[in-house]
């Protein structure tokens, strides 16, 4: 029985940092958003200028987050219901999910 509790708390941390991981991988594709829209908001360059930059790197960085942030969300209900193995599965596609779509 205490091998099994063990196993259960080593579980539930590969969960809890798999989570951890998957909130920074998700909130940097948001981050890119607010950053490329400052970053680049000068007179000197021309909104179609920027509207392309953005449609050609940060939108393929939005649709991997929005993606990876569905499977993060299936993988979060899994954890809450106390089904882990099945989260743990679901966290750690949710981060190659994620790797191969920036590609």
């Known amino acids: 029985m205490p091998e099994n509790a063990g196993r259960e708390k080593q579980l539930q941390w590969v969960c809890r940092i798999l989570m951890t991981i998957n909130v920074l991988l998700l909130c940097s594709g948001y981050i890119s958003f607010f950053q490329l829209k400052y970053q680049l908001d000068s007179p000197l360059i021309p909104k179609s200028t920027i509207y392309r930059i953005f449609a050609d790197t940060d ?3 939005m649709n991997a987050s929005i993606f ?3 499977i993060f969300i299936a993988g979060f209900w899994f ?3 106390n089904k882990k193995v099945i989260a743990a599965v ?3 596609t949710c981060i190659i999910c994620f790797m191969l779509l920036l590609l």
């Open 68 to 70: 990876s942030g569905i």
């Open 90 to 92: 679901l966290f750690a």
């Open 59 to 61: 939108k393929m960085i």
């Open 79 to 81: 954890y809450s219901f």
